[in-house]
């Protein structure tokens, strides 16, 4: 069984950045696909970024050149850095691992962009 906890979530203002990260539980993580998907209220949940195991990234075109995906497959993370923010970017922000017809998601942690 895997787990994902994600942290990193906060208040930021406009223009702010924030990283968050996702660790993983168990000894898939490497060779995983991990991503982060959002959920704003109101709204359906979305892919925000993806990262092959051997680091190829996938980015919705909402966050190309503000957001940043990352993994460490030592520590079993990955990460999000998230510049430039936008309150449309306020959300509850999930980590997600795919491998085969295996998925798992974190519980996730909300991000708010706001003056």
């Known amino acids: 069984q895997v787990q994902l906890v994600e942290s990193g979530g906060g208040l930021v203002q406009p223009g702010g950045s924030l990283r968050l990260s996702c660790i993983a539980s168990?000894?898939?993580?490497?060779?995983?696909?991990m991503g982060w998907y959002r959920q704003a209220p109101g709204k359906q949940r979305e892919l925000v970024a993806t990262?092959?195991?051997?680091?190829?990234?996938n980015y919705a075109d909402s966050v190309k050149g503000r957001f940043t995906i990352s993994r460490d497959n030592v520590k079993n993370t990955v990460y999000l850095q998230m510049s430039s923010l936008k309150p449309e970017d306020t959300a509850v922000y999930y980590c997600?691992?795919?491998?085969?017809?295996?998925?798992?998601w974190g519980k996730g942690t909300l991000v708010t962009v706001s003056s």
């Open positions: 990262i092959a195991s051997g680091g190829s990234t």
């Open positions: 168990g000894s898939i993580f490497s060779i995983a696909l």
């Open positions: 997600h691992l795919a491998l085969q017809l295996r998925r798992y």
